[in-house]
């Protein structure tokens, strides 16, 4: 497993301290986590808390009659999208609306843009809930699509906290080729992994959720029960990044391994197709989820 020095820790805590309200989730964003990770929760109970805020409730409602879900008629209330999704994927639906603001506000760089990553998060996910899907995980591929979409928020935490850092890195990982996680380790510390996996360990998300976003570059350091969801946004977010699909720099340097492809559950031919449908998919995702 990755180690963090004293140094390190240090660092990430200032750091998460530091990017204060990017780095809050929504008081309902927070509750609906808890509903669902609630043994005892309900779909009552996460309809209960999505009414209490509008805007949500319209994007649930928005995501769930899109082209994205592919639902026979229109799913006009709430209560009836969390019937025919499930909890799990209105709360996953609930985070990804409000992830997208975070990447809206923040400083501006020259060599990072921060809608463009926006756009690499969202072929990830998309890349990631297809490959869950030809792997034979229809009833994965909600988690997965989360857990591609949230892979880079370490990054967000560098745009806000190590702005001057996060430029030079993307400077030098464009022009000239260098490893991305190694310009971090440089010129930062700790990388956006370990950010992020301290961004979402402070959000309280699931422990899948947090492997992923912590371990996508590595994901062999995972133990059996995490490394498949690790695995496949690492495979997910190479394919993005060779497509060029937004801010493509961060695994440039990575190729696929067929001990890669056997863990996923995917073959070379499949990758392929997932390849030439992704500019579809991901124009279906952005169409209800932009930021």
Not at 197 to 211: E, G, I, Q, V
Request: glycine share 6%; charged share 20%; aromatic share 4%.
């Amino acid at each position: 497993m990755q180690v963090q020095t004293e140094d390190n820790k240090a660092i990430v805590a200032k750091a998460i301290a530091a990017v204060g309200e990017i780095a809050t989730l929504p008081e309902v964003t927070v509750k609906i986590i808890e509903v669902v990770e609630d043994p005892k929760g309900t779909a009552r109970d996460l309809h209960n808390v999505i009414k209490q805020d509008p805007a949500l409730s319209a994007k649930v409602l928005k995501v769930v009659n899109s082209a994205f879900y592919g639902l026979p008629g229109q799913v006009a209330s709430v209560d009836r999208a969390i019937v025919l999704l499930g909890l799990s994927a209105v709360k996953n639906i609930s985070i990804a609306a409000s992830i997208s603001r975070m990447f809206k506000s923040g400083n501006q760089l020259e060599h990072f843009d921060a809608k463009q990553m926006w756009v690499h998060s969202l072929a990830v996910s998309v890349c990631a809930k297809n490959i869950c899907i030809a792997a034979g995980d229809v009833a994965g591929h909600d988690e997965v699509f989360l857990a591609g979409l949230i892979h880079d928020l370490g990054i967000l935490i560098e745009r806000q906290a190590f702005p001057e850092q996060l430029n030079e890195i993307a400077r030098r990982a464009s022009t000239g080729g260098e490893n991305w996680l190694d310009l971090e380790r440089e010129l930062i510390g700790p990388t956006h992994q370990e950010l992020g996996d301290a961004l979402t360990t402070k959000w309280k998300f699931p422990r899948h959720l947090r492997a992923a976003v912590g371990y996508h570059h590595n994901p062999d350091e995972l133990s059996d029960e995490l490394k498949r969801i690790g695995m496949i946004v690492h495979t997910a977010d190479i394919l993005c990044c060779q497509e060029q699909h937004g801010f493509h720099w961060t695994a440039a340097n990575e190729e696929f391994t067929q001990e890669l492809l056997d863990c996923v559950g995917v073959s070379i031919e499949q990758l392929v197709e997932i390849r030439d449908a992704l500019p579809e998919s991901l124009a279906d995702a952005q169409s209800v989820l932009q930021s």
